[in-house]
């Protein structure tokens, strides 16, 4: 999966859209997303301790951190379902805090949870929280066949969602945050419990909606995730925003040690030696039929290293050039894996 | 569509949705009163002579010989007297007497203690209509001892909770039997049972409503939807207001089709229809507040769901619901007074018993005041439903 391209400079029709005046006679904004020294404490307990971040229009900004970091804290707070004790949220423009009313209705929430009433069919649902947002009539119809199709439910439309699968009502929650057409949408940890195929077509939805210009703000624990969906990451740990960047801006931060897998029989130990010699390579492992090195700018090194190995004497069946990820930069920053 | 409305309208196409709304708010009420209606219901031209073999001697016995002595039978019984079993079945069979009863020993204690021993009617070949008239007497008498069990034993199948009809029915079968089982109101006409079971059944089974209204707001919360509702653009309030809505237009709608169809199936007369209305509409807002009340105390559905139940419970028992209390002792006409639906079951009675429409000017303003002070009260809790 190619990382996407790097943060700050939104797709051209979204910059453009920034620039237009807000939906609804709203204040003009350039980042959908403002969020300044966000602090919330539960007791004693500083859940969220001075966050800052922006998500600019079509941008997914992803937030990765571990069971109890903050995630859904910083999420409720951008929501206006909690009120932080410190720091502000613009939402497109408008403070969070002080204007509720008019931020809720530029942003979509998918909670952690699957939230449906499960006695309603699909399209009941949908149709009852189009509503809340004031759609009705055929452009509440309309919207609700629309969404529905973008989700892919539209054959099991009048199902009602306790006879959906799991990955279905994933699928339904994400739907039931996107009627009014929001310039937000906020994901909390949608793919908790799905399995790979639908969370692929979660994944895919994300990023088409992206691509439309809409900002997205997503936390998950998978790593993966937030490298393939998201322009940039915040990475959270204990309600701090330990790092944030893109993913290449990120991985920089570890050193961008590559490790180099190779597959290869003969004389390994020789081969290995050589290895070690060899500049920009910092360690040098052999075990079995395999030699893994750590090297920094690994491909540039691939043809020294498959030159070394044909004079060795080693015969290489196979190479694999693996760039660190965000696992090694949690790790780095935090001193804890990611995930147990 | 407000978005209020949208909520009241979604919490109705649920609760509609659920089989045991139909029943609790609509079936139930108005197979119970029909029921009663038609044991107490007879053919008015008809007459025939009866007589009771008591060989019970009980309080219950005594009670029975008094049912058919009443004077809205008058037109329909004369009971004669008999030294014997043996003496009725002669009389019986000579056509003297159109049926006999035999209430057996242990009639008395039996029925006190929960359980039913059956009347026995003796009738002739001769006079199948005088012995059915006299069997029809014997299980509406029957019946009404059964009232309250019916109607638990309807709760049940309904889907009421099993422990709180358990503690019911021993409430229940504790309760003093009416001396007198045709019951009288203050009005100048007699009032007729169905006049009574009717508004009293129909008030019963509304107040079901705040058990379904108050796990509904539980559920919204445990299932997330309360969460995507709190990011909609509109205030805590209007979600209240919404779900408000929904628990008037239902318990409204459930009273109103009780009063509908029972004044023109089975003759009940519930007053004049913009009074009956008035009161309708007053306990209502008074779920409302109930339920409202509910959800402050409880903290999680189960608690709600049992509030509710000892609430509506309560309520149905001191307000008379299942016991007539025309000839209750002050005690118990007294509690009534604290009960909504014990005040408004008095006005349709006085009502149906023929008085001015001005009578129930006091009931009304004492429903009002319930559903004030309730919902007050609800309001004055209300940070611990916020805070959570
Ligand atoms: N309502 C609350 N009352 C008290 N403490 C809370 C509350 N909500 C969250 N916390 C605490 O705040 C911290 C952050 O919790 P939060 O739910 O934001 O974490 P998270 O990153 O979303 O975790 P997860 O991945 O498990 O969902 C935790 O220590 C949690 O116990
Ligand atoms: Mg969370």
């Known amino acids: ?82 009120s932080p004790d410190d720091g502000s949220i613009e939402v497109a423009g408008i403070d969070v805090t002080a204007g509720a009313t008019r931020a809720k209705a530029r942003i979509g929430y998918v909670p952690q949870e699957v939230s449906l009433y499960p006695d309603l069919t699909a399209r009941e649902n949908l149709a009852f929280f189009g509503r809340l947002y004031r759609l009705s009539g055929s452009a509440l119809r309309a919207r609700v066949d ?14 009602r969602v306790d006879a959906y699968s799991g990955g279905m009502r994933r699928r339904l929650n994400i739907g039931a945050s996107l009627l009014h057409r929001p310039e937000l949408l906020v994901l909390d940890e949608p793919t908790v419990g799905v399995d790979p195929q639908s969370r692929h077509a979660i994944m895919e939805s994300i990023r088409a909606l992206g691509s439309s210009g809409l900002a997205v703000l997503y936390t998950t624990h998978y790593m993966e995730e937030a490298e393939r969906l998201c322009d940039r990451v915040g990475i959270i740990d204990r309600g701090r925003l330990v790092a944030e960047g893109t993913r290449r801006e990120l991985v920089a931060r570890v050193g961008e040690r590559d490790r180099i897998l190779l597959s290869a029989s003969g004389s390994l130990g ?44 080693a015969s290489v069946r196979s190479v694999e050039v693996v760039e660190p990820d965000l696992e090694a930069v949690f790790l780095h920053l935090t001193g804890t894996a990611l995930r147990e | ?35 009663i209606s038609v044991a107490f219901g007879g053919a008015q031209s008809f007459h025939t002579s009866v007589a009771v073999v ?22 329909l019984l004369t009971v004669r007297t008999v030294s014997s079993r043996a003496d009725a079945q002669s009389k019986v069979a000579d056509g003297v007497l159109g049926a006999a009863f035999v209430i057996p020993a242990g009639f008395s204690d039996a029925v006190t203690a929960g359980s039913s021993e059956p009347i026995t009617v003796l009738g002739s070949v001769d006079a199948t209509v005088a012995a059915q ?39 229940a079968s504790a309760q003093p039997l009416p001396e007198q089982v045709q019951p009288q109101a203050s009005g100048a006409r007699t009032l007729t049972a169905v006049s009574y079971y009717a508004p009293a059944m129909g008030t019963f089974f509304m107040f079901f409503a705040i058990g379904f209204g108050s796990r509904g707001w539980f559920l919204e919360r445990s299932g997330g939807t309360l969460e995507r509702l709190s990011v909609a653009p509109l205030g805590i309030g209007a979600v209240l207001a919404g779900k408000s809505l929904a628990t008037f237009v239902y318990g409204a709608a ?25 009161l309708v509409l007053a306990l209502a807002l008074t779920l409302v507040g109930l339920t409202a009340l509910v959800i402050t105390l409880a903290r999680t559905e189960r608690q709600a769901e049992g509030i509710a139940s000892i609430l509506t419970f309560g309520l149905v028992l001191l307000g008379g619901n299942f016991v007539f209390i025309g000839q209750a002792p002050d005690a118990v006409r007294a509690l009534a007074r604290l009960t909504p639906n014990g005040w408004a079951l008095r006005a349709f009675t006085d009502l149906a018993g023929g008085a001015p429409w001005t009578a129930a000017v006091g009931p009304l303003l004492a429903v009002l005041a319930f559903a004030v002070a309730t919902s007050a009260l609800a309001f004055a809790l209300r940070r611990r439903v916020l805070a959570r």
């Open chain 1, 270 to 313: 020789s081969f290995a030696a050589a290895c070690r010699s060899m500049e920009g390579i910092d360690s040098v492992d052999v075990s079995d039929s395999t030699v893994e090195l750590l090297a920094r700018d690994g491909r540039l090194r691939l043809p020294t290293v498959l030159a070394a190995a044909s004079s060795a004497g």
């Open chain 2, 254 to 278: 459930s009273l109103g089709t009780v009063a509908v169809v029972s004044s023109l199936l089975f003759g009940a007369d519930w007053g004049p229809p913009p009074v009956v209305a008035a």
């Open chain 2, 54 to 75: 008591d060989d019970d001697h009980g309080a219950i016995a005594t009670g029975f010989t008094q049912f058919l002595r009443s004077p809205d039978l008058h037109d």
């Open chain 2, 133 to 171: 008239v006299a069997r029809s007497l014997a299980e509406s008498f029957t019946a009404h001892l059964e009232g309250v069990q019916l109607s638990v034993r309807t709760a049940v199948a309904a889907g009421a909770p099993a422990s709180s009809v358990a503690a019911l029915a021993a409430q």
């Open chain 1, 146 to 159: 629309e969404v529905l199709e973008l989700v892919d439910l539209t054959d099991r439309a009048d199902d």
């Open chain 2, 1 to 35: 569509m407000h978005p209020v409305v949208a909520i009241a309208l979604k919490d109705l196409r649920q609760r509609l949705r659920d089989r045991s709304a139909w029943v609790l708010g609509f079936i139930a009420p108005m197979a119970v009163a029909g029921l």
């Open chain 1, 1 to 82: 999966m190619t990382p996407a391209p790097s943060t700050g400079a939104a797709p051209a029709s979204a910059a453009a859209r920034a620039r237009e005046p807000a939906r609804g006679g709203g204040d003009a904004y350039e980042d959908v997303l403002v969020a300044s020294h966000l602090t919330r404490r539960f007791g004693d307990r500083v859940a969220v301790d001075d966050v800052s971040f922006h998500i600019a229009p079509g941008e997914a900004y992803g937030l990765l951190g571990p069971n109890g970091a903050g995630k859904t804290t910083t999420i409720r707070l951008v929501c206006g379902l909690l």
